[in-house]
């Protein structure tokens, strides 16, 4: 798949900001690393769980790629 196709699904993704302590971050992306994840999956995995535990529709969003992943 050429650039289109990746333009096409960055187009359903969005950036999600937020301010936290350096230290803080710092700790949870080694932690991620050790556990051989990424930061990102395991902040998706925290709000789609978050969501569902909340009776707030986690469940019709589309599964992302990363869903099946164990890590």
């Known amino acids: 798949m050429g650039k289109k196709g990746k333009k096409k699904d960055r187009d359903e993704e969005a950036k999600f900001v ?3 302590e350096k230290d ?4 949870f992306v080694d ?3 050790d556990l051989d994840t990424t930061a990102s999956r395991e902040v998706r995995r925290f709000i789609r769980s978050y ?5 707030r529709g986690a469940s019709d969003a589309p599964p992302s790629p990363d869903a099946g992943e164990s890590a």
């Not at 803080?24 to 700790?27: A, G, M, T, Y």
């Not at 969501?51 to 009776?55: I, P, T, W």
Request: proline letters at 0%; a neutral charge; charged letters at 40%.
């Open 24 to 27: 803080l971050r710092d700790e």
């Open 51 to 55: 969501l569902a535990e909340n009776g």
């Open 18 to 20: 937020i301010r936290i």
């Open 31 to 33: 932690l991620c690393r």
